[in-house]
Nanobody
């Protein structure tokens, strides 16, 4: 059983940056595709970014391309989401997710393992 714990959320002004972290325990981290999703108030959860074992398998939602960067440190069992140029539209609870696969999926149903979420609030 894989357990995921996110950290790094908080309150930031528009234009600022935050880095989220997600540390996994259980399972073989390097074999998992890792994803970040977010859910804003009153909206459905949406895919933000995903990464396989290597940087060649990295995908981003159009809304965050050029601003967010997903990376992973397999030695630390940790995946990161660097968020720059934040706007109020990025305000949401951000979730880390994992799936035992070789391909990134943008569907939340494809990820059986989830963290508890971390709140990101961007003020205008």
């Amino acid at each position: 059983q894989v357990q995921l714990v996110e950290s790094g959320g908080g309150l930031v002004q528009a234009g600022g940056s935050l880095r989220l972290s997600c540390t996994a325990s259980g399972g073989t981290f390097s074999s998992y595709v890792m994803g970040w999703f977010r859910q804003a108030p009153g909206k459905e959860r949406e895919f933000v970014a995903g990464r396989g074992w290597s940087s060649t398998t990295t995908y981003y939602a159009d809304s965050v391309k050029g601003r967010f960067t997903i990376s992973r440190d397999n030695a630390k069992n940790t995946v990161y989401l660097q968020m720059n140029s934040l706007s109020p539209e990025d305000t949401a609870v951000y979730y880390c997710a994992a799936r035992s696969a070789r391909v990134v999926s943008i569907s939340e149903d494809a990820y059986p393992y989830w963290g508890q979420g971390t709140q990101v609030t961007v003020s205008s």
